[in-house]
């Protein structure tokens, strides 16, 4: 089973069609998926475009009437998906944003990764599209700003926001943080969800993907140097992860029913 978590806020220009592109992206497979969406307190017409893909989808709707944050939604995306999951060594999931600058097409890629049996998949975006030239510098410069604890070996691109999990993974690498598992928000929450995924990975590997700035409908929630000012605050934040891959079979996740071990 894949997984497909998708936060969005006020993304009612572009959600549908991103999960319309999924299905056809997953109509060759033999895979079984879900889309598990994350509607973080959207004021616009979000959830009247979300209602309809009920009748014809595989879709659950998670939604906050309050917005919580980019972090408290990807968190609650991803623990659905390991509770709705009973094989977390063979299930997946797949991070994406619901504004299309992403085209899910390009995700076969990933699947190809797991297959072979990476635990965490990165996608390393080129940004195409961008006319602001601060914004363009920040997201050069994010890793740099939020220092070492979140770094990934072999990955360059941290802030994306396109990864794909396996599960067990996943489980492994936040057992020790049960409640909250993300300590910051935005960008830095993206290279936080990384850096401890990784830590609970035998084998990550990355994707070259295209991210299409001027395919996004609504303004962009970030000006560069707020931003910058932001991922240098947030890595005062961070807590480097303990490596935990070493054990990913041997050692089984605290307090995770017996069903959810089977391979």
């Known amino acids: 089973m894949i997984y497909f978590c998708i936060p969005t806020r006020d993304e009612a220009a572009t959600v549908g069609l991103v999960l319309w592109k999924i299905r056809q992206a997953m ?13 973080d307190g959207s004021t616009d017409a979000t959830a009247e475009v979300l209602a309809p893909y009920a009748n014809v989808l595989p879709i659950s709707v998670i939604r906050h009437e309050q917005p919580l944050g980019y972090a408290a939604t990807v968190e609650r995306l991803l623990k659905e998906a390991l509770e709705q999951s009973d094989r977390h060594k063979r299930d997946s999931a797949i991070l994406l944003p619901a504004d299309f600058t992403i085209d899910p097409a390009e995700l076969d890629e990933f699947l190809k990764k797991l297959d072979s049996g990476a635990d965490l998949v990165v996608g390393e975006a080129t940004v195409e599209g961008e006319a602001d030239r601060g914004r363009r ?13 979140v770094r990934v070996r072999g990955v360059r691109d941290i802030v994306s926001g396109v ?4 599960l067990v993974a996943l489980r492994q690498a936040f057992r020790d943080r049960p409640d909250r598992w993300l300590a910051t ?3 830095a929450a993206r290279a936080e969800l990384l850096a401890w995924a990784a830590a609970g990975a035998r084998q990550v590997e990355s994707v ?6 001027d395919r996004r409908q609504r303004p962009s929630r970030t000006t560069p140097w707020p931003l910058a000012r932001e ?9 480097a992860p ?12 605290r307090a995770v029913p017996r069903s959810k071990e089977a391979a």
């Open 185 to 187: 928000d935005g960008w």
């Open 208 to 213: 070259a993907i295209t991210e299409r700035a």
């Open 231 to 239: 991922l240098w605050h947030a890595r005062g934040q961070l807590v």
């Open 163 to 166: 990864a794909a999990f396996r």
């Open 137 to 149: 510098l920040v997201r050069r410069w994010a890793p740099r700003l939020l220092g070492r604890r």
């Open 27 to 39: 109509s060759g497979s033999s895979r079984e998926y879900q889309l598990l969406v994350g509607d």
């Open 242 to 253: 303990t490596v935990q891959s070493a054990s990913l079979r041997e050692r089984p996740a």
